[in-house]
């Protein structure tokens, strides 16, 4: 799936903000229309993959529900491969870097609290994942092995 | 003047082999297509610093076509080579090969595979030795002066009944604080677990933990992986550097050998190389020829000399390598500690797992997480990738990993032979490995006592985590042509010269009998200099 600049920076944009809750950097962006530019890993896809890139790039909510899905029943392929490559460069500049390195305050109990929820909402959000994005990628499985 | 030596490979084994040889008056000329890599940036910028200075941080950490993103689909590995070491690793054109049931990586770099080590330096002790044709007295002060010329830092703790203590052993780094927190529980501990044959100690590295000659000591910088910026962490092509300070070394870079030639008497008479980029072959006359290209290249250039010589394909049997298994654990006392940058990275400290048969100990590495890339685990946690960093971001100080090392033996079944078929000019190297038949049940034990160690250190294991790497991932390749007291043919005498060819002298992991479960490169470089003082 190819897209232009314009959508890619969008894209970008979007997954930022889903996982790191900020807006990227313009270097940040760059790195990642490049690395779109100079690899076609990120561009290639099944006709789900792409479905779900552009679910996922509609905004941040639907990015954490096309994510949850994919970590359960499509680990591999392209969104997760476009999330991991954002997550590696905003992991590795500055200032995004300081948000990954930055311990949450509050101990352990505070870890523990804040984990619950976010499982549950992670849980939550594969449940939605399931009952709306899974018979469709069965569908489109299926329609991929009749078409050859 | 005495003779000249030739020299194929600038790794641990022949720098070694080379310092000894010219010390002694002798003339080396060394071989080596010696593919180099670039200058460490910002010496003095520790790990985030570096993202803050650099104009183009992700083109350092990951490449200029984002090689050093480890993708969902990099077969569970927690880490990869940085792309600034790539050149370790790159391929020659025409070099090719094939395996079964092994990955085997090669180097043509200067320094060689070495060049990318994380520094473990154990000695072998008498057990591990049987199989040798000596014992731990006859290599115990070349040992020593190893650590001498390369400099390790360690302690005489719990794990010198696994590992003799040599001399010339450097003070241990300073530890992080969750390296200093596992060794003080397992003080606490000490007495259950050695009961039950776990035993943790500082693990001894190739690190200086004092300034040596123009090397600094340990700038704790948390770029170890990367390349140490200030050469505290020993790699081979400073050896190689000191060689090149001897008016009696010539060292010939960009060349690849092929294979030797033999004359009527069984003598070597030369060598025929070509350069590594391509072009016209030479042929170089030799007095002595010394192989130490590492296991598999020597094994190449053997057996192709053999089938130039004679028309025979031989197949040598034997090969080995560690099987490792990468142990992640989560450590809950350390959970939401504040992260440093500035630490050192690799293991500081190491877990011995006692057997019943001291041949069989299994030795592990413990690296406490402290500066790494996150995106590799975070991916691999079972959530989606915003809570998987969340998480990652609080227990980044409590992760950790073992990285358990199992020794493996010759058997005929494990071999390197050369194809029938030549593409292009010469025939590819053909590997066939198979695990032994006990080797589950051996790893099935041994990793019960690593959990049962990690779980009364107050750690957990994430449960599904646990990676056997593929055979031939560990890089510690050895026994095609093993030392044996026994006359025969395709195999070596205790001083490592050959017995089919005699004035061919192997130094590197192919004459190994056996495979202890330990890095082998601080024996490989004791075991050259034994060589280059007793058979020169």
Known sequence: MMANGNSLEAECQTFARYLLGSVPQPYVVGKYADAHRVSAVFSQGTRFDNLLVRVARKHPVLTRLADSHARMFAPTGLLRKKLVLLLAILETSAPSCHLIDAV????????????????????????????????????????????? | MKAQVAVVGSGASGVHFALSLLRKGYRVTMFDVGRRGTSPVEPQANFTKLKEQLSDPSAYFLGPNYDGVLLPDADGEYYGIPPGKNYIFDALHDFNHSARGFSPLFSFARGGLAEAWTGGCYPLNDAELTDFPFGYNEIGSHYSEVARRIGISGEADDLARFMPVHDNLLPGLRLDPHSKGLLKHYSRKRDRL?????????TRVATLSEAKGSRSACGY?????????????????????????????????????????????????????RPAEGGTEQEIKVDQLALAAGALLSTKIFLLSVLRATGQRIRLGGLMDNRQILVPFVNLRMIGRPYSPENYQYHLLGMGIETGDPRDYVHGQITTLKTALLHPIIQNLPFDLRTATFITRSMRTALGVVNVNFRDTRRDENYVTLSEKTNGRQPDLEISYSPSADEPDRMREAMKKVTKTLRTLGCIIPPGMAHVRPMGASVHYAGTLPMSKTNAPFTTTEYCQSRDFENLFLVDGSTYPFLPAKNITFTLMANAVRVAEAAF
């Open chain 1, 104 to 148: 949450d305050s509050g101990g352990k109990l505070a870890f523990f609290t804040r984990l619950a929820v976010k499982g549950t909402a992670f849980a939550i959000s594969v449940a939605a994942g399931t009952i709306i994005l899974l018979p469709v990628q069965m569908v489109m499985a299926l329609e991929q092995r009749r078409d050859g």
């Open chain 2, 221 to 273: 910088l948390g770029r170890c992986l990367w390349g140490c910026p200030v050469n505290a962490l020993y790699t081979p092509s400073q050896t190689l550097a000191e060689c090149r300070s001897y008016p009696d070394f010539e060292y010939t870079a960009g060349m690849h050998v092929d294979y030797f030639k033999v004359g009527a008497d069984r003598r070597i008479t030369s060598i025929v190389a």
């Open chain 2, 194 to 202: 050695n009961r039950e044959g776990a035993y943790i100690g500082r």
